[in-house]
């Protein structure tokens, strides 16, 4: 199969079918692991846009680069209609050890190679495509970089970047804005990136886009170590330009892009660009930051199971994509309320979310200055910006949700269209015949957008009106590359109302809208819940991959518990880690001041490195090609003792080292080979590094009787040198308690 | 079914299986639930010991009262010896609404009620019985209390307690403590129980001992509320006894108990007393705490599925029980080092951990005065204290760890033993011919125990004298009572090392070592990893229960992610709320300056609240009963604006309250019907409460058709009163930009 590999290079996506002999090449989607045993589901065939197959099959993956596959079988309970399906039959046919090239099992076949999962095989030969193309690939796994300087700069800590240390903002409100025209930015306390990343630096791919030859400037960040193995890793990079003054916005990158489509297009989305098989700029970009290639990424956003939201009023934006087979992408919002925050505030916010890494923003406000605050946003957003309309179009009638009519709403659309938005929360599920289901509920509404249209429906007895203006909202959508991000409004806001019948309905009817919206072209994401007990969480997913056609699916979390207000970070990173790794694009973040208050810059950190957490850990989970690297990185920057690298691999360099420093704070310590849990006598990571040591300064492998003869060889080593095990300079080390 | 439960409630539990015309009731854990069906394998019959069943039935549950069973199967593959077994085979078949009494499908028979899941039926029946019985069950779901004294006192938040808010303790080192038998405890800053849990009683519920006629008081918690509906919510509490001179040490509640045991059997554990069929005051103590049956307490001992960690010479101890029917508990380590903390830090610790929510302590102190150390938190613990022996044994050669030998090793054991220590963690299973295979690791061995004895068979080439003197050892803890909780000397310290040949080899040692332990009636639980990306966390939970025979496990997080240093309480309460909702007992705590330094007190306690969350998280998973019953206490509060509420239910009321207060902190907010979050237009919990007020006061069901009605009416009302949504003294509330 690595043959296969090498034969691909050279070759194009449609060839490498071929030289695998496969009809179709399947797509597949974990949906759950519970033993060593992989259930897969085939999803669709590659890359057409037929509907959902059910047809699912076990696959058992083992560790010892043997890949062991079972035939495919069709299940008749798969259906998406009206109802929640039956979970699809799972069974585990005999097994097979394919030492031979896979066999055709009918019309949908799965490629396995001897090392690789299905997925991983996709994602790594998409991945060496685009590696052998005139661009380099991203991810970082398929690249080795040339030694370049290593930053030695020693930056002492800024300690304004500290979480949960010094830098906590005491509690009080900010000054309002005085002037929403001339906002008072020289307020905002930027955050030099060196004192965020230290030994980081932020870099750009060049890459040159094949139709029109407009040069992509694709940024990432560097991370620069002390080891000689691996003089550096390259890491995804949403902090977007810094050092740009406010007032003057953002460079506007996809200027020539968006000028040079205008006008020629029945319609101007990403997805009718896909399925007419054009590559955009903003595709390859997406591409060139994923370490995918172009081709893929265009046909999941034609198959419409990824966005790229980019209005084409949106011209500062750094293109991302959000989709089940690429990184899992968090959201952060911020927007002040009647009662709290200014313009500036929240530009602080919208600096200090990239910079520590969201992928989108939704600009959520509800008090003055609405439509001043979204601008100043939008010309300084990198990232994708996403609003409920429904708020501003309410502020419209005075708060009167009853007063609230489809011109009015309408208005509101187009006039957060021409600001650029990116994509917009839409509560068109929300049907009158639903609302009475959530009576019986322990909270009932808890959606701000639902509650809004609910109580609309209910005053008037007639049907949302968003569901009913739908294709006009299409219509808008489809002119300016909005994409829809059909709200989940009768989500669950407690345990206790967890995959409750009106959430369920809810989500039947969103997938109907997702359909209708694809019929005009345009991008659509779910969102999801909410409140959610851990072993409640698959039927979710299930359902939404189901109903939804694939649709990106995007989570509050969910919290997986009502008991920890304060924490609900926590609570529902572990949520958000466990439907991500079952297949959710993005992540809504939480904050520790989730239903307490509204977050300041140090709650929305908190709430973006957790989500940042749940991301990776179920990049990890989904087995995302490259997604170890920098676990791998870091624990071997652990185990070598190189503390500097251990910090700047980390998300959050810098609590690291003050945490590292508040026990231990000598410089000596960074480079001593134990640290401040064990002491000197117990470091655990010591006497592995020994063992290794030897046996490779001596020529021994892995091989277990060459080790066994190093181990005894080193056991004679060891009484010959008076039984030191530990370092020579340990004796120099200041114990404080004996000082 | 209700009708059975009121016919069992005067009859033993025996004949209760006559009742339900039973031939055995089966019990069940749960194994995933990957949908709305559940996974379930019947464990075991009831109350025999025989050894593990993997016949699997998939349950599907619904909500809406009638639950729906399948058919119990058999699985060939369900072997526990040698290697992992294949994943049983999972089948669906066709399903039976039971309106009828379950019918009898062969030697295992599940019960199924209408409204409950057999294992909740288990708990509740239980329960129930044991509510009937002379003392009153602990388990909230159970009780109506009489209405009492609400406290309505307005404390003043104690700034002290907040976490990353005012509190954080400057970095710094402790004041080395001056004289280990004189410590300077009055440094320690007490923290009065009411400060931390405003609102809440500290109560004991007295039961007397059947056999012996002991008087038990069992501690728990009463928030008294300010809801009509329901006065006060009882918790499980660990604090101890508050307000002790840790001069004079807790006082011995357990003496009485011991003294008349000693000297009258063959053997002194709680194991050797359950399997001859008596129940000891610990038993029937733990059982008033979990609200399960004295009995049941005592078959989960006698078949080894669940431990009661209590040293005979630790008589302050109040009884808890690990297991994987019971609550999920959680350990918190605290411990000095040769490089930091005092004796009177780490009793503060002891304090302030259990006062958190600690259920049992690891004191894996290193450094200076260790056994002394010890003795003051031995002396002031409520709760099991573990201790590493190999720690304390290391010092006595210097740390020179091939100078260590079972002599020394016995000598510390039987020096921990008087003082009381509950639970050994030994590492016995690291075998010298495992050393090898780690090597080729990541992060090599992380442990320290581990490395300690890995260090000591290289060096002599000779067999862990640990395993070697495994009678031996047996022999003692039979003596005392002490528990061993088997170490994973070769835990995965890094994703990349997960689930290796090194791991699991270990692994199926301790069973081996388990399997010895009870045939010398001897407690024991398995320490389980680590670092473990979340797909592979299920195979690890499947090979505890198969390879160590249900022992209870006992896991460190495991940690989802490795590049978060300095949140992994984060990265770990993830896998922690995933592990044990497979079925792990007992979570060892991970704070946020893992790998990074020693905790200092905040740290503890993000630490406990993270693993606070993670521990319910799998108890709602699980479905234990009256688990939920926080959840929805919390979220009733929540939906009626009663803030105080709110805030005294969470696992951390004062930071609750403080992070709302930063927003919003008039007086009149507390009963303000709008929060912070979204001002009085936006709330979006009112108008669901509009609609149900309205119902209910026209006496309008949820049924609905009523409901409809009253929505039509309603929407009639809301014209009238001038479409006045919102309270009236909505105008009275201060908006501070307008002011």
């Avoid at 590659?46 to 696959?59: E, V």
């Avoid at 690789?116 to 998409?126: D, G, R």
Wanted: net charge negative.
């Amino acid at each position: 199969m690595p043959d296969a590999f090498t034969r691909l290079a050279s070759k194009s996506h449609d060839a490498m079918m071929n030289v695998l002999d496969f009809e179709i090449f399947a797509e597949i989607r974990i949906l759950w692991r519970p033993t060593t045993a992989c259930a897969w589901t085939v999803l669709d065939s590659y890359p057409s846009h037929s509907c959902l197959s059910t047809s699912t099959y076990l696959l058992d993956r083992i560790e010892s680069g043997v890949s062991i596959f079972g035939s495919v079988g069709r299940d008749s309970t798969g259906s998406r209609a009206g109802q929640a399906a039956a979970p699809p039959r799972l069974s585990i046919p005999h097994f097979h050890k394919i030492h031979q090239p896979p066999v055709n099992l009918g019309t949908k076949i799965i490629a396995i190679s001897r090392v690789y999962t299905p997925v991983t095989m996709i994602f790594k030969t998409l991945a060496l495509l685009s590696a052998i193309s005139s661009v380099s690939a991203f991810a970082p796994s398929l690249q080795r970089h040339a030694p370049s300087t290593i930053l030695r700069v020693s930056t002492p800590i800024n300690a304004d970047l500290v979480t949960t240390e010094s830098n906590i903002k005491k509690p009080g409100r900010t000054k309002p804005t005085i002037d929403p025209f001339n906002p008072e930015f020289e307020l905002i306390q930027g955050v030099p990136y060196n004192d965020a990343f230290p030994n980081s630096t932020k870099e750009y791919k060049t890459a040159t886009h094949a139709e029109t030859g407009h040069e992509l400037k694709v940024p990432f960040r560097r991370v620069h170590l002390e080891d000689p193995d691996q003089p550096s890793l390259d890491l995804y990079d949403t902090s977007g330009p810094r050092d740009v003054d406010p007032k003057q916005g953002l460079p506007k990158v996809r200027k020539t892009w968006v000028d040079e489509r205008e006008g020629k297009f029945e319609r101007y989305t990403q997805m009718h660009f896909a399925r007419r098989g054009m590559i955009t700029e903003e595709m390859q970009y997406v591409a060139e930051r994923e370490g995918m290639s172009a081709e893929f990424v265009r046909s999941e956003v034609a198959r419409g199971r990824a966005i790229i939201c980019s209005n084409k009023n949106h011209l500062e934006l750094e293109p991302q994509i959000i989709g089940r087979m690429f990184k899992v992408k968090i959201n952060a919002n911020i927007g002040n309320s009647a009662i709290t925050s200014s313009i500036e505030e929240e530009v602080e916010k919208l600096q200090w979310s990239t910079l520590w890494g969201a992928d989108t923003l939704m600009d959520l406000s509800t008090g003055k200055h609405i439509h001043q605050t979204r601008e100043w946003i939008m010309r300084n957003s990198p990232i994708p910006v996403g609003t409920v309309p429904i708020y501003q179009a309410l502020e419209k009638v005075d708060g009167i949700a009853e007063d609230l009519t489809w011109e009015v709403f309408r208005e509101t659309l187009i006039e957060q269209a021409e600001q650029g938005v990116d994509y917009f929360t839409i509560h068109a599920g929300v049907l009158l015949r639903y609302v009475p289901m959530t009576v019986s509920r322990k909270t009932g509404i808890v959606s701000r957008g639902g509650s809004i249209h609910a109580k609309w429906n209910i005053f008037h007895h007639k049907e949302n009106f968003a569901y009913e203006h739908w294709d006009d909202i299409l219509e808008i959508c489809a002119e300016y590359d909005i994409a829809l991000s059909i709200g989940d409004g009768l989500r669950p806001g407690s345990i206790y109302d967890a995959n409750d019948e009106s959430q369920f309905a809810e989500l039947m009817t969103q997938g109907d809208l997702t359909r209708r919206a694809w019929e005009k072209d345009v991008q659509v994401m779910n969102e999801g819940p909410g409140h959610v007990p851990l072993h409640k969480i698959p039927e979710n997913m299930r359902n939404q991959l189901d109903w939804c056609n694939e649709a990106p699916f995007y989570t509050l979390g969910p919290l997986t518990t009502d008991i920890a207000p304060g924490y609900d970070h926590i609570t529902s990173a572990i949520g958000a880690a466990n439907i991500a790794s079952l297949g959710t694009a993005m992540l809504c973040y939480v904050t520790p001041k989730e239903h307490l208050g509204l977050p300041n810059r140090d709650d929305v950190k908190a709430g973006i490195i957790a989500y940042k957490i749940a991301a990776h850990a179920a990049d990890l989970a989904k087995e995302l090609p490259g997604a170890q690297d920098r676990d791998d990185s870091l624990s071997k920057a652990r185990f070598e003792f190189r503390w500097n690298d251990q910090f700047n691999l980390s998300l959050d360099p810098v609590t690291a080292r003050a945490f590292h420093d508040e026990t231990l704070d000598s410089d000596a310590s960074k480079t001593s080979h134990f640290c401040s849990m064990c002491g000197p006598k117990f470091c655990s990571m010591k006497i592995t590094e020994d063992v290794r040591q030897y046996a490779e300064e001596n020529g021994y492998g892995v091989d277990e009787e060459a080790i066994q003869k190093g181990m005894d060889l080193m056991s004679e080593v060891y009484k010959e040198n008076g039984n030191k095990l530990y370092l020579d300079d340990i004796e120099n080390v200041v114990n404080p308690l004996e000082a």
